[in-house]
């Protein structure tokens, strides 16, 4: 017992050692297993420890919550970890890093590679002891779900090139943890579940998807890319396209911003935000258009022209609009020879008129004839595998379009989704 006291001793002094990694440990999964330690530390202040008895079960529960295993719940927070190593590393080799700053990152790695080490049965008798009860708490033997390089190697101090390699690719915090952001009360917040439409699953606007593709290539590949207009009729999957980019490219480090008409004043903060953080990024304004040159306009106009800061080449808008002229025009400001407000007032009409042309490219997305149509329709039945016959399939299908929205890729969608569960239902009641 005194030489497992001695080595629970030594684990406890060496997490009150960590340099960088604090931070691994500071949410509710550390805390609970930290404050075990601490009730352990002080076992002998009652006969039996019930709050050590909770603590633990707390821990267990954090993890069981999370579906994770305790190894997997170390490496998941190191890999996402903001702290001046992980930072530092996305932008300069580790040749280039002070060595202070390395050896601080190998002296944290070690430590918490002892935790990720340390036997649950060893914890669990550890509780029993600190407890003084008589019987071992519930073991969390969840399994590894994840196989990183921290998983396939014992010792984490030579794994620092694989680590900073890491870093470059996916970036720290929340940038890390979450693939699309949304702008909410002056902050980025993470979305936990995008939609997960593909690539693949768009069809019928192949010359759209192929240059928007290549555009965010570019992006990619550390060039200026062009702020894109995807402009056409509802429905035409202008909005599915950008955001299929994201689960096509997040592993190369693209990320999606989701920014609401009603937040764009705040656009160039999001971009200063933004430019110095090693992934690339889609700000993605959908139905984009503006009542009248407010401050909105202003600002977007700043994030696609510049101004005296220099543009971010790691950030690209993309935005959707069903209309052309992207400002609301009315009879009302066109100049008549009874106004005598402006000298130059069609300037103000073809100031607002031309909007749209100060993104790089403008994709037209034109209605879904019948042809169009049923080939998304043909698509999508096939992804999922719909057994039904052809020409039931197109009959239907018009229908639904007949009745419903018209013929588009949403309508087509919508089709094939209601369509996939009634056959569903019918074929569980035969």
Aim: charged share 25%; with cysteine.
């Amino acid at each position: 017992m005194d030489q497992d006291l001695n080595y629970y001793h030594l684990i406890h002094q060496k997490i009150a050692s960590l340099l960088l990694y604090q931070s691994v440990l500071e949410d509710e999964v550390g805390q609970a297993f930290l404050e075990i330690l601490d009730l352990i530390y002080f076992r002998n202040q009652k006969p039996i420890d019930i709050n050590c008895l909770q603590v633990y079960g707390l821990w267990v529960k954090s993890l069981a919550s999370r579906c994770v295993s305790w190894q997997d719940y170390i490496i998941r927070k190191i890999l996402i970890d903001d702290n001046p190593f992980s930072q530092e590393v996305q932008h300069n080799s580790l040749e280039n890093l002070p060595q202070p700053l390395i050896e601080a990152a190998e002296h944290d790695l070690s430590i918490l590679n002892t935790l990720y080490n340390l036997p649950l049965e060893a914890i669990s008798q550890w509780v029993k002891e600190a407890a003084n009860v008589s019987f071992s708490p519930f073991i969390a033997q969840f399994e590894n779900k994840e196989q990183t390089f921290l998983h396939q190697t014992d010792n984490w101090e030579n794994c620092l090139p694989e680590l900073a390699a890491h870093y470059r690719q996916q970036g720290t915090g929340i940038f890390a943890q979450y693939k699309a952001l949304k702008w909410q009360d002056n902050q980025l917040i993470g979305i936990s579940e995008p939609d997960a439409i593909t690539l693949k699953e768009i069809v019928g606007y192949e010359s759209q998807k192929e240059t928007l593709i290549k555009n965010t290539k570019i992006l990619l590949s550390g060039y200026s890319a062009l702020n894109i207009l995807l402009y056409g009729s509802r429905g035409s999957g202008k909005s599915s396209l950008v955001k299929s980019l994201l689960n096509e490219y997040s592993c190369q480090g693209l990320r999606l911003i989701e920014v609401n008409k009603s937040q764009l004043s705040n656009l160039p903060m999001i971009v200063d935000r933004l430019r110095k953080i090693a992934q690339k990024f889609i700000i993605f304004v959908d139905d984009l258009s503006f009542e009248e040159d407010n401050d909105a306009f202003k600002a977007l106009k700043v994030v696609l022209e510049g101004n005296v800061t220099a543009k971010a080449k790691n950030v690209v808008v993309y935005a959707t609009s069903n209309r052309r002229h992207l400002i609301r025009e009315y009879f009302d400001d066109r100049p008549r020879p009874k106004d005598a407000d402006e000298i130059h007032h069609w300037d103000t009409v073809q100031e607002k008129l031309s909007f749209s042309d100060r993104f790089g490219l403008t994709l037209t997305f034109q209605p879904a004839n019948q042809d169009t149509y049923l080939q998304i329709v043909h698509h999508l039945a096939s992804q999922i595998k719909l057994k039904i016959d052809k020409n039931e399939l197109e009959f239907r299908a018009k229908q639904w379009a007949t009745k419903h929205n018209g013929r588009s890729g949403r309508t087509a969608r919508q089709f094939i989704n209601f369509l996939q569960g009634e056959l569903a239902i019918e074929g569980g009641r035969s």
